[in-house]
C-alpha cells in the first residue's frame, strides 16, 4: 500500500503566503510523477501543479508566477510553496502521486486525503 500525508494547509489572508508537504510512504515504487490538485466549494477537480521524477513541472494557468511545485526524491515528499495567495485559490488542496511497484505493473495513480487552504480577504 501506498500512503500520501499531507500537511500545511491554513488560514491565510491575501497576499500571503503558505507551503504544502506530501510524504509519500509504502510500496511506492518507481515515481513517474508527483503534483498538487484541488477543488473548491461546487466546482471540479483540478490540476494546480505537477512535476515529474525528471524535472518537468507544470502548473495551471490561475498560479503561474506564484506557485512553486518542488521535490525531494531522497524523501519521496512534494512541496507546494504558494505565494500571493488570493481568495479564489481557497479550495481543498490533494497531493497525487503516479507510480508502479514494478517494471511489470501498470502505472497507479494515489491520493491523499487532502488539507483545507483558506484565504481570507
Known amino acids: 500500500q501506498v500512503q500520501l500525508v499531507e500537511s500545511g494547509g491554513g488560514l491565510v489572508q491575501a497576499g500571503g503566503s503558505l507551503r504544502l508537504s506530501c510524504a509519500a510512504s509504502g510500496s511506492i515504487g518507481s515515481i513517474n510523477a508527483m503534483g498538487w490538485y484541488r477543488q473548491a466549494p461546487g466546482k471540479q477537480r483540478e490540476l494546480v501543479a505537477s512535476?515529474?521524477?525528471?524535472?518537468?513541472?507544470t502548473y495551471a494557468d490561475s498560479v503561474k508566477g506564484r506557485f512553486t511545485i518542488s521535490k525531494d526524491n531522497a524523501k519521496n515528499t512534494v512541496y507546494l510553496q504558494m505565494n500571493s495567495l488570493k481568495t479564489e485559490d481557497t479550495a481543498v488542496y490533494y497531493c497525487t502521486l503516479n507510480s508502479r511497484a514494478s517494471l511489470a505493473a501498470a502505472w497507479r495513480d494515489y491520493w491523499g486525503q487532502g488539507t483545507q487552504v483558506t484565504v481570507s480577504s
Open positions: 512535476r515529474t521524477s525528471g524535472g518537468i513541472t
